[in-house]
Each structure stands twice: as structure tokens, then as C-alpha cells.
């Protein structure tokens, strides 16, 4: 069943602009246009591109029905144009994907998690009686990885729920704080998945 976001979303057919929605930099630049308008001036505020780079990949972007026209405004010369998103929300199917959008930020986490490489594993149990287990490092670890936690639980579906729950809330709260100057961009990921067939970690 469909639901509304999803009942709201123009499919995108055309395999050259799945694999625009598919690349970081053009994809942001379609979403940060939804439910607004600017002009190509304004978005080289942001982009960090230059005025003709910028240019070329809105003109793209349009050729491609990602992105349209929202009004045209003549000043003395050419009309300056501002663009808006084609649509509120987009749907690009499975077989169109050349690659999902979170592959590139799933390949960045884990490369760095791989060069974090540790001495030895300690095994042991925990005050609660559960397994657990910890790496040993004696080298100096990336200091840009804050933290590292794989832990297995024992939950009902209710507890899951209610564990995805606040997790998601606890990164909603985050992502609403005020920004400052001191604040950097930090790649988070979490999961919750149901083990099936394995017994190892029960009681």
C-alpha cells in the first residue's frame, strides 16, 4: 500500500535521471529546490562552484525534467531565471539504480573502520551476564572515528520497535539543534536486524 508521501511522487523513467538522483552533488541540488526557487547566482552561494559549472549542471538537470523553470525576470539584458524542482517527491525504481544513493557514505564508514584495525579481540561477559566482546588497540585510532558499537540483544518485536524508536528520535532531536560555528559534519549509521537460525548469544 501506498502511502501519502509516496502517492505524491513522480516516477522517474528516464535512466540518465535516476543516475543524476543517484549522484550526491546533483541529487542535493534537486532536494534543496523543493518547495523553493533560486537563481543560478544564489546557488553558487552555496555549491561552491563557479558560475558556469554551476550553470551547465541546473541546464542539465532541467533537460532531464529533474529540475524546471519557475519564473523568468528581465533586468536590462538576458531574463534572469529561477529554478525550482520538478516535483515534490521522486520515485526512482530499483531496476533504474545505478548505484543506491547511501553507497558511497556506506563505502566511506567502512573504509575507515577497516583502517582502524586492533590487536586482538577480548572476549568476555558483561555485568549483566550477556556475551560480549571488545577490541584491543595499542596504536593510536583514528580520531575521527568517535565511536564503534556492535552489540547483540535480546528483544521482543515490541522492544525493537521501541529501540529503533528512540534511536530515531535521538537523531531527529540532534539534527533540530541550533547550528554554530564549532560544529563539523559527522556520518552516522544505524541498524537494528533481526538474526534468524542463530543461537550462539542466547542465554
Excluded at 535521471?17 to 532536494?31: E, K, S, T
Excluded at 528512540?166 to 559527522?186: D, G, M, S
Aim: proline content about 4%; some cysteine; glycine content about 6%.
Amino acid at each position: 500500500m501506498k502511502d501519502a508521501l509516496w502517492s505524491r511522487a513522480v516516477t522517474v523513467r528516464d535512466r540518465r535521471a535516476a543516475d543524476a538522483m543517484c549522484r550526491p552533488f546533483q541529487r542535493h541540488l534537486v532536494l534543496s529546490l523543493i518547495g523553493r526557487d533560486a537563481s543560478i547566482s544564489e546557488l553558487v552561494a552555496d555549491s561552491g562552484l563557479s558560475m558556469r559549472a554551476l550553470h551547465y549542471q541546473v541546464v542539465r538537470l532541467v533537460k532531464l525534467g529533474l529540475l524546471k523553470i519557475a519564473s523568468r525576470t528581465r533586468r536590462g539584458g538576458r531574463p534572469i531565471k529561477r529554478y525550482t524542482a520538478a516535483a515534490e517527491v521522486f520515485f526512482v525504481p530499483e531496476s533504474l539504480l545505478t548505484w543506491r544513493p547511501g553507497a558511497v557514505l556506506e563505502r566511506e564508514l567502512r573504509d575507515a573502520l577497516g583502517r582502524a584495525h586492533a590487536d586482538g579481540v577480548l572476549f568476555y561477559r558483561d555485568s549483566a551476564g550477556g556475551m560480549s566482546m571488545r577490541d584491543v588497540r595499542t596504536a593510536p585510532v583514528d580520531k575521527r572515528i568517535v565511536t564503534d558499537i556492535w552489540q547483540i540483544l535480546n528483544l521482543d518485536e515490541h522492544e525493537a520497535k521501541q529501540l529503533a524508536a528512540e534511536i530515531k528520535k535521538l537523531v531527529e532531536h540532534v539534527k533540530t539543534r541550533p547550528p554554530h560555528r564549532r560544529q563539523k559534519k559527522y556520518l552516522v549509521r544505524c541498524a537494528l536486524l533481526l538474526r534468524t537460525g542463530d543461537d550462539l548469544f542466547l542465554p
